[in-house]
């Protein structure tokens, strides 16, 4: 099983990213997919989720407007669209996933966005 996080970088204050999470060995299209985030001291965070099949998605009310969060079956891939990135969307962002029906859950290595000017 692999979840390789991808798209993080060096961005400015109201700039974009699009973070990537490219799947494989599980059956992805049944899996509801996350996307958390870990600030240096902090704890990790929920930022997004979209559920298994054809996904419907969920942020969290303090990314509502400005991050979007889709997924591509076809590609066993997971998407995370972040506009207007502030300093304080600096972490390690992490894909998860997650699935009842096989009880199982994996977890990325992550992939570092900074917001600095």
């Known amino acids: 099983v692999q979840l390789v996080e991808s798209g993080g970088g060096l961005v400015q204050p109201g700039g974009s990213l699009r973070l990537s999470c490219a799947t494989s060995?599980?059956?992805?299209?049944?899996?509801?997919m996350s996307w958390y985030r870990q600030a240096p001291g902090k704890e990790r965070e929920y930022v997004a989720g979209?559920?298994?099949?054809?996904?419907?998605?969920d942020v969290a009310d303090s990314e509502k407007g400005r991050f979007t969060i889709s997924r591509d079956n076809a590609k066993n891939t997971v998407y995370l669209q972040m506009n207007s990135l502030k300093p304080e969307d600096t972490a390690v962002y992490y894909c998860?996933?997650?699935?009842?029906?096989?009880?199982?859950?994996?977890w990325g290595k992550g992939t570092l966005v900074t917001v600095s000017s």
């Open positions: 998860h996933a997650v699935s009842d029906l096989f009880d199982a859950d994996y």
């Open positions: 060995g599980f059956t992805f299209s049944s899996y509801a």
């Open positions: 979209i559920t298994s099949g054809a996904g419907r998605p």
